[in-house]
């Protein structure tokens, strides 16, 4: 699936947004994607999700990516390939697995991420991982925003249907927040405080 079919399926579900966003990292952008807005028409989900895995070159046992944003692109991907999904979760600001959810030793783990902007929270879910007893072999997102692959530097290989390349500043350095427009935290009908402005 190329981009612009990609892109096809995000302009057609509203899922790609302009205005002036705090991102879940702290960093402000003046476009956001609103995955759920994709993921929430199952068709689009599975189609979406084929097309990611047949991207994915490492043999993996089982998907994993970190709740809420990653639970359904983690489900449909677990589906396309066959394997189980889990999703990690924050009890009291800590990643954690719960909900019985476990790996038997050794397996090895597709991590992915909806969004992938700094890689922050995939890497609470390495750790989590690892503390289980299995071993992240691999990453992977649905939409690459960070311009690379954050994981080069674990040695992961990382599997992106689409990299788009937004800007982000630090709030202190937002141009919007500059204008005085307060940010919105996307996914929630929160209006921020416009940061460091
Ligand atoms: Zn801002």
């Not at 705090?22 to 807005?37: K, N, T």
């Not at 046992?61 to 677990?78: C, F, L, Q, R, T």
Request: proline share 5%; net charge negative.
């Amino acid at each position: 699936m190329d981009t612009e079919t990609v892109l096809e399926h995000f302009r057609a579900t509203g899922a790609l947004l302009e205005g002036h966003f705090e991102l879940s990292s702290g960093l402000h952008s003046d476009r956001y994607f609103q995955c759920a807005l994709v993921l929430c028409e199952p068709w689009r989900a599975e189609a979406l999700a084929r097309a990611f895995a047949a991207k994915v070159e490492t043999e993996v046992d089982v998907v994993v990516g970190p709740a809420m944003g990653a639970v359904v692109w983690a489900h449909e991907v677990g589906r396309a390939l066959g394997k189980r999904a889990l999703f990690t979760e924050r009890k009291d600001g800590v990643m954690s697995l719960r909900r019985g959810f476990g790996f038997r030793p050794g397996e090895r783990v597709l991590l992915v991420e909806d969004v992938l902007t700094t890689g922050g929270s995939a890497r609470e879910v390495i750790e989590v991982v690892e503390a289980h007893g299995a071993q992240v072999v691999a990453c992977g997102c649905l939409v690459n925003r960070s311009g690379k692959n954050p994981f080069a530097d674990l040695g992961l290989p990382l599997t992106e249907l689409v990299r788009l390349e937004v800007q982000t500043w630090e709030p202190s350095a937002c141009p919007r927040c500059a204008e005085g427009s307060p940010a919105v935290k996307p996914g929630s009908r929160t209006v921020a405080t416009g940061g460091g402005a």
